[in-house]
């Protein structure tokens, strides 16, 4: 199993524990999940930093709907749909 596809699965067992225990529980972890993808991101190249770049955006629409549910405020630093600037940009023009 590579990195992505770890990360993938991840994301589907914070969305089972979100349902079971609620989104506090489960934020911070989502926002580190988040770093860890930045970090890929900023070392991989082509198709996977492609699919990186996707992960990354349902990630941090997780955290945002986490946020959203949990009433709690969203770290700057990840924002709610923890793009930078030149991510952004990427998803524009897609």
Do not use: C, K
Not at 1 to 28: A, F, K, T, W, Y
């Amino acid at each position: 199993m590579n990195p992505i596809e770890h990360l993938q699965r991840v994301r589907l067992v914070l969305v089972e524990s979100d349902n079971l225990l609620g989104p506090r529980p489960v934020i911070s972890t989502v926002h580190e999940q988040i770093r860890i993808i930045q970090q890929l991101r900023s070392t991989t190249t082509g198709a996977d930093r492609r699919a990186l770049l996707h992960l990354q955006a349902q990630y941090g629409e997780f955290a945002s709907w986490l946020h959203h549910d949990g009433e709690t405020s969203v770290p700057h630093s990840t924002g709610p749909i923890a793009l930078s600037s030149g991510l952004r940009r990427q998803v524009i023009r897609r």
